[in-house]
């Protein structure tokens, strides 16, 4: 695939709108955060990608694969499976994704060409001699049914690879039994039935196992010398059966099925734990390290400890009161047009009537027409080591303010963050979209300065939230004394975000502020913060 440079907000405006298109009527949340998975409401695909055609293939890839497990798979089944967890896994990944293929072909093409990347550069599970038993089964399960029902182009070499080890090592009446009963899985109508299957082929399996180490036993102590006497055959006979030694390990497998996969190492056998390591080809300089322009951090909320101040919280509530007031009177002017006329409809203005001697036939009365804001805007703190004490608290004031004026607004909402967090590479959670601002002020009310100015990062981090709500307006309002060193990337960062339809408002304290953003005011001390974060305010709502 080709390496043609795509500019980051736009990879991610594209795979969360064509990802949640094929969630249908059900929703569900995409974020760019966390370890690729999903919990049954929320898909998670990892730190956002390179800036490439790959990237793009590989975010698509994995995102389908875990919209078709939202849809399809029953998650209150796979709660509590123990060692079987691994198998049905296996199973249920290409029972899903055969289902989801059928219904969206698209997906299907990211699919086969990411698996078809990997297999060239050699990152898909090998089988060896040395592979265990519970991960030869789940790989041989996976590749097999993977050949069967999708076809991928790399799939008839895997499947054929992991028939011959199987057969192999177990034989090929074993080998059959399991794989008919792994067909009926992946053709079952629900999660429970793959289970169900799991569960008779991990009891052929684990018999089989069982059967294997004793048959072994016994053709061992058969070849012993002696053999030929009846009498010292018999006595080595028994002697075998009683003293053989048998590796433990091979001995807790043949107890039972969970025994034999909790002590495996199945990462070997995990085809998404491979496309996770993938992802890391994707990131900035490593996966751990973000540091490239595209890099984006996670949000993290357990660092910040609530902290009660009365007098913060009157302030702020009489702040948030007087601002709403005010803000709401502004919006009023904005949204109600004059009332209009025309020549023809239902409701006449007997007023009017009189301009009819003049020719004017407009009247009838129009309806008002009110325009409805729908914005969602994610608030950006700075809570650096060079904010005094007193820029912080005004800081905090304005950010909780700022994001209770927007959430009082019907089709507004708000999150806010303050950067940089306690560990390095994270940022604080203060405010979620789904949280009223009241009940987060004692949050507010706990920042502190502290660290230095990532700038570029946040506010990548913040788009990366942005980006996965449906609201038709989306701004990043950024409060900050500096803007680092990073002005030529923060400039590029801004094109590349409005043409995602991010837009983003800067608030800047102090005298040295380079003036980057478009909608941009600096002061030069705390106490106008709060007239000055209004204003760019109402000038953000202002325009369209």
Not at 60 to 69: A, D, K, M, V, Y
Not at 228 to 239: C, D, F, I, N, P
Not at 472 to 481: A, N, P, Q, V
Request: hydrophobic letters at 35%; aromatic letters at 8%.
């Amino acid at each position: 695939m080709s390496q043609i440079t795509i500019a980051l907000p736009a990879i991610l405006k594209a795979v969360n709108g064509i990802l949640t298109s094929l969630s249908g009527e059900k929703e569900i949340k995409v974020v760019f955060a966390g370890t690729p998975c999903t919990d049954g409401k929320t898909v998670y695909l990892g730190e956002p990608l390179l800036q490439s055609q790959d990237a793009l293939d590989a975010y698509l890839s994995h995102g389908t694969h875990e919209i078709h497990h939202v849809l399809y798979s029953d998650f209150d089944e796979v709660a509590s499976l123990g060692g079987l967890h691994s198998l049905v896994n296996a199973l249920e990944d290409v029972r899903i994704d055969a289902i989801g293929y059928k219904k969206y072909p698209g997906g299907y093409l990211w699919r086969n060409e990411h698996f078809s990347k990997m297999a060239r550069a050699g990152q898909l599970p090998d089988i060896s001699e040395h592979t265990s038993p519970g991960a030869l089964l789940c790989l041989t399960c996976y590749w097999c049914m993977t050949a069967l029902m999708l076809e991928y182009d790399c799939s008839k070499h895997y499947s054929e690879e992991a028939k011959n080890a199987f057969v192999q090592r177990f034989g090929q009446e074993l080998f059959e039994r399991i794989m008919q009963k792994a067909e009926e899985s992946v053709r079952s109508p629900n999660t429970a039935a793959v289970i169900q299957c799991a569960r008779e082929i991990a009891q052929l399996f684990s018999q089989a196992i069982s059967q294997k180490v004793f048959s072994e036993e016994n053709k061992c102590s058969s070849d012993q010398p002696g053999a030929g006497s009846s009498s010292k055959g018999a006595s080595a006979s028994s002697e075998g059966k009683g003293k053989a030694k048998i590796p433990k390990k091979d001995k807790q497998k043949s107890d039972e099925f969970d025994a034999l996969f909790e002590s495996d190492d199945l990462k070997d056998a995990d085809i998404h734990r491979a496309i996770e390591e993938d992802y890391k080809n994707y990131r900035g300089a490593t996966g751990e390290n973000p540091t490239g322009k595209a890099a984006v951090w996670p949000t993290v909320r357990s660092e910040l400890s609530p902290r009660v101040d009365p007098e913060f919280k009157a302030e702020a509530e009489k702040l948030l009161r007087g601002g709403s007031q005010q803000f709401h009177r502004f919006l009023q002017g904005l949204s109600f047009q004059p009332t209009r006329y025309a020549r023809s409809g239902r409701d006449l203005e007997s007023k009017r009537l009189s301009r009819l001697y003049v020719g004017d036939t407009r009247v009838f009365r129009c309806e008002e027409s009110v325009l409805r804001p729908s914005v969602a805007m994610c608030v950006l703190l700075d809570r650096s080591g060079s904010m005094t004490r007193e820029d912080m608290r005004t800081g905090s004031l304005c950010a909780q303010a700022i994001a209770g004026m927007a959430d009082s607004v019907s089709g507004c909402r708000s999150s806010v963050y303050a950067f940089p967090g306690v560990e390095r590479q994270t940022l604080l959670e203060v405010k979620r979209f789904d949280e009223p601002v009241a009940s987060c002020l004692e949050r507010f009310c706990a920042l502190r300065p502290f660290g230095y100015t990532p700038v570029r990062q946040s506010i990548n981090s913040a788009a990366a939230q942005l980006v996965s709500r449906r609201e038709s307006r989306k701004i990043i309002f950024l409060i900050t004394d500096g803007l680092c060193s990073d002005a030529e990337l923060l400039t590029d960062i801004e094109q590349d975000l409005k043409r995602a339809g991010i837009e983003i408002v800067c608030l800047g304290i102090g005298d040295d502020i380079p003036k980057i953003f478009s909608i941009q005011s600096d002061i030069k001390y705390s106490h106008q913060m709060k007239e000055a974060a209004y204003r760019l305010l109402e000038e953000t709502f202002r325009r369209n």
